[in-house]
């Protein structure tokens, strides 16, 4: 039996025009599939070990994006994933990370007692290896990058990704952003030992409130990686709806494509204002860095660098709106 809609179609709308917007929203506003909560609602073994259920996701999982299953290691959300990393890894050294980016992951590894060091990214907000430069970090690092960043919205380069891997011992990408349409480093997992890639289907596929996320690695990797996960098994809600979106990719792709033409909309509005001037950026949102106005004033109503998501239509005519009522006391 077909749906009455076309699966390339999102038609549902987010509550943009409920207040408050939610500019900040990093999931995407049109929801997960409908087909989600079909097969939550219907499912009748929440109850059950998942064992059987995770393995079959896998392999469905293994054949959507291409990759062996042995190179797959599923949890319950990206930042369990990070988790099982950094205690696999947690006595190899440190854990460099690249600001600004998402303090969470710093927050994480302090938890777990492993130091952390920055290298702050460029004035591009881009992570620069340079290959004739003095690194001064230790061969035993471990370098945690995402990709596309947190709120900047830029890419690490397949360059400095294989740069990097030249001069730690692991190289984590953390992808959660990059089905916004993104270029995935995927393929250089494949050619690298010490390279881990992190997705999830917690933001662009709307499963916040069922948390899905993989890490791909070189299948070693993957199979030491794997006996540090928090969790022996995945909730059976999770993996449920985890499956019900693989069954309906075209329709979440959609709704993602939906978001990034907005983001464009959002990019040129911003632009005509001359108020602010946006970043171009590989995810759903826009940092943007205050151009015009005193700063206290900014301080006040914005920031002088803000992070904006793309949400809809309506939601971007009230930023505009906002913006010209500033504008006009300047």
């Avoid at 079909?38 to 291409?66: G, K, S, W, Y």
């Avoid at 690298?192 to 890490?215: I, K, M």
Wanted: aromatic fraction near 6%; glycine fraction near 4%.
């Amino acid at each position: 039996m077909t749906r009455g809609r076309p699966d390339t179609t999102p038609i549902r709308r987010a509550p943009v025009t409920e207040w408050p917007l939610r500019l900040d929203l990093l999931v995407n506003p049109y929801g997960p599939s409908i087909r989600v909560q079909e097969a939550i609602a219907a499912a009748t073994d929440l109850h059950l070990p998942t064992f059987a259920r995770e393995t079959a996701v896998r392999q469905t999982l293994a054949a959507a994006i291409n990759i062996p299953p042995e190179r797959l290691v599923l949890t319950c959300g990206i930042d369990e994933a990070i988790a099982a990393i950094f205690n696999w890894h947690r006595d190899a050294g440190r854990v460099v990370m690249f600001p600004p980016s998402d303090i969470s992951q710093e927050v994480a590894a302090h938890r777990l007692g492993i130091e952390t060091q920055s290298v702050p990214r460029s004035f591009r907000f881009a992570v620069d290896v340079d290959p004739a430069a003095t690194w001064d970090v230790p061969p035993s690092a471990t370098a945690l990058v995402m990709s596309p960043n947190d709120p900047t919205g830029t890419l690490l380069s397949p360059q400095d990704a294989v740069r990097l891997s030249r001069r730690c011992e692991l190289v984590v990408v953390d992808e959660r952003h990059v089905d916004y349409g993104g270029r995935s480093l995927v393929p250089l997992v494949r050619e690298f030992d010490n390279l881990v890639v992190l997705q999830t289907f917690e933001t662009w596929a709307g499963l916040t409130g069922f948390p899905f996320a993989y890490l791909i690695a070189p299948p070693t990797l993957a199979g030491q990686i794997a006996r540090f996960r928090p969790r022996a098994e995945l909730p059976a809600a999770s993996l449920i709806a985890a499956e019900a979106t693989l069954a309906d990719l075209a329709y979440v792709r959609a709704a993602a494509h939906r978001v990034r033409e907005e983001k464009a909309r959002l990019y040129r509005t911003l632009r005509k204002l001359n108020m602010v001037r946006p970043i171009p950026s590989w995810a759903n949102f826009l940092l943007a860095r205050v151009e015009r106005g005193d700063a206290i004033l900014f301080e006040r109503e914005l920031a002088e660098h803000l992070r904006i998501s793309a949400v809809g239509p309506e939601s971007t005519l009230e930023l505009k709106r906002a913006l010209i009522e500033i504008s006009a006391t300047l």
